[in-house]
Every structure is written in C-alpha cells, then in structure tokens.
C-alpha cells in the first residue's frame, strides 16, 4: 500500500509531497537531503513499532520520484510461535497468504500509517526531528573543526565568570578565562577576533574553544597583516608569547633580496604595530632565523649583546655571557626577556656576566687540585687513581664508593676514606678561593675582572711587576737613556684667572 507524504507528521496528514518537503528543510537547515531520507526512514519505523511493537521488523521504503512510501512489517513463518511480533504461524499464513507457505518463509503486512494514532505519528517527528538536528551539529562540527587554526571573528554574547561567550552564526564559541590576555575587557555585542584551538560535542551542540594567547593567534594576525608571509616568502619560523607584555618571532626569508625582518615590521612599524593593538600592547621583538643554534640563542637575547656562547649539547643548555652592563638588558623586566629567549630556541640559557664568567672560571681552576696534592694520597695511590682517569680533586669527590671500587680496584674502607677527604678538601679550597677572589676585588680596581690581578701577568712577564706611568702613558719620570725629564712648567693663578690675585 502506497502512502503520500506528510505536511505536518504531528498533525497526522501526509498529503505533502516528500521531494518537496524535504528540499524545504534542506534549504532552511542546509543539511544533506540522503541524511533527512534515512531520519524519516528511522522516524516512521519508530511510529510503526509504537503501533505493532517494538519487537517488530519494521521496513520502510521511500520514492522520491513519486514521493510515495511504503511501510512493512516482516514476520517469519513459524510452526510455534513465540514472539507474535515478529512471528505468525503457519495455519494463520496460509489463511492470510494461500497455500504455497512453508516453514521459515518470511511474510509481510503493509501498514497504514493513518492507522498509527497521533501520538504514534509525534513519536516519527520527534524522532526526525532529533536526527536532523543531530546532523546539523555534525555539519557545524566539522565546519569548525576544519577551522582549528585559524582566526575568527565574533560578536561577544555576554562574559560569565570570567569566560566570554561570543556568537559565531548560530554557533555558540567560548573564550575561557584562561586564554584571555590579562587586563582586556570584553563588552556584549562588540566585535571579538580570536584563534580557534578547539573543537568539542556537547549535549547543547557543538561548542567552539577560541584563544586570545595561543602562540598561533600571533602568528595568524602576522600572516594577516604581512603579504610575503601569505605568499610564503616569509616564513615564521618560531614563536614564543608571554601574553599582553612581550613576544619573540624568529622569521626567516625565502628569497635573499626580501629582508625578513624589514617585512614583519613595515613601513614605520605599521604592520608590527596593527598586530601590538590587537594583542593589548603586546609588545614584539622580530629576530632573523639561523639553523645554527648558538646564532639562534645570539639573537634571540637581542637587544642585549651576547660576547660567548658555551653550549652544553648534553643537557641542551647554553652559558651566555654578557657585559655587565648589558646584563639587566639581557634578563629583561621580570627576567621576560631571558625566558622567552629560551623558549623561542628550546634551550635552557644561564645568563652570566663578564666578571661573573671569569670568576666560575678562576674558581673552577683553582679547585682543579691535583689528586697527588691531597692529603692521605701517596705516590702508589695516586697512580692508581689517575689510572683510573680520577686525577683531580673535584672528580674524586663527585664518584662513589662502588665506581672507585670498579675503576681502581679499591678497598670499600678505602675509597671511602678517600672520597670523604676528597670532599673535605674541595670544601676548604673552596673557602679560601672565595676569600681570595673577595680580596682581589676589594683590593683591585673598580673593575676588578679587568685588572692584572684578576687575569694575571701577560706570558713571559715576571707576575710581581706593577703597573706604573710608564706602563700607561708609554714613559716614566725619565726620558730616554736614564735622563730626567726637565720639569713641566706648571699652571699659576695668573694662568686660570687672567692675573695674579692678591
């Protein structure tokens, strides 16, 4: 039996052509029309149970040529049955079908769906009316989820709790709390840019996650304002964000005769500029890119000047060594600028000063003693040690007992006798090193890592000579060969003032 489609399902009436019906709510929910076919399909089969059972083999069959539908309910011939169903008996087949029935055939009775009832028929309704919303959150799921990414603008809806919860379409989007740059204030039915980083299903719907300090956001508002890097001329190599105050982008040219940095910039710092309004007065430094890692963390400390580098490949840490009076600069305000230098690189960068640098390295000299100094180590000991590759007394001091038993062949008494002194003995040198660094400087010039004292004598020079005029101005109180110089004449009154004064 042939149904024609229905106007309104909660109504009953089916009078409507299904093509048609089914056009109009693709156009309104923009959702596909296959998806709607098989709602309708599950819609109806739900109204049919309802009516029969739930148990029931419901088939629906729809033409969208015609727009007609066809609803059938399927039942296996059996000798005894036990679920009537989806179950007829054979006696009652053969009545109803002809002879010809067997045991196992399955059978089927068209059903009139204005037989279903009015709640049967709200029951097929609501059911597609789930699916289709079911689908248009799917669709809008993956919309967004497609724009993970990207930069979106919206209008802000209201702000709760913290959280700012803006309009895009008929999406609802979120900016948590914890991704809003401090101090920004949000207003309902203002415009709001920010960078999609997430995607989620709800019961509510899709829900789109937005982020205003995502390192991605700076570099899309870039790409927006920056031509060669939309062109890929100009690459962002690397980002690093302490949002609303400070950032670093090291960016990288593609073609030698565009200078990167010059790009990202702009005339007068126009495009460096629209980007800093964006992010609240974020302020940003723009560093040429070098794969040479150590050039990297060179440029990454700018505007500080960096005189020597000392990586440590091991623990991925470099010791940066600066002037003194380059070293607030380096750290920056709230040590911003050191941190994001590291994180620009992925180094762990140790900021030292020139005369900090030189004292580790003096320390480290000095405390360098060698293991036959010790006390407690004779000749045949010390040869063993070293043998062992321990020749100093600062490596006996960090190995244990088990290594030194293993590399030496060493008693457990002893070694550890060995490796208690050796700890004593690196604390005393210790002491007395940082008592005569502390002398040095109190004794030495202004600049005490300047002085000879601190670096000692050139080679070949004896260690005690002082520096004298001679040593500064090129000669001394004598001329050549011995000869004293004749006195210089010197300034008078008559000489400052123009004449004697009484």
Known sequence: MANSIPRDLEDGSMDYNIVEALQAVVREKNVDQSTLMDSLVVGLQSAAKKKVGLNADIQVAIDTETGEIEIVQRKSVVERVLDSESQVSLEDATVEYGDGIEVGDVVKTYLDYNDFGRNAISVAKQVLMQKVRDAERSQVF??????????????????DKGHVYVTLGRVEAMLPFRERIRGENFHQGKPLKAFIVEVQNSSRGPQVILSRTHPGF????????VPEIEENIVEIKAVAREPGTRSKIAVLSNDERIDPVGSCVGMKGSRVQAVTRELAGEKIDIVPFSPDAMTMVERSLSPARVNEIQPDEDSRT???????????????????????????????????????????QRLAEELSLSIGEMPGVDEATAAQLVSAGIETVDQMAVVTEDQLELLAGMEPEKAGELIATAQAT???????????????????????YLSQEFFGAAEGEDKSKKLVEADVFGEGEEGEKGKKKPDEPKLTEEDLFGEKKD
């Open 318 to 360: 470099v010791t940066a060594v600066v002037d003194d009076d380059q070293l607030s600069l380096a750290i920056g305000r709230e040590g911003k600028n050191v941190r994001l230098a590291a994180k620009l690189t992925g180094w762990k960068i140790d900021l030292v000063s020139a005369s900090e640098h030189y004292l580790r």
């Open 218 to 225: 700076l570099r899309a508002l870039f790409a927006a304002e």
């Open 142 to 159: 993956d919309m967004f989820r497609d724009q993970i990414g990207e930069v979106v603008v919206g209008t802000v809806q209201q702000v």
């Open 426 to 448: 690196l604390e005393e040198l210790r002491k007395q090193v940082e008592e005569m660094i502390e002398r040095e400087k109190a004794e030495g010039s202004s600049d005490p």
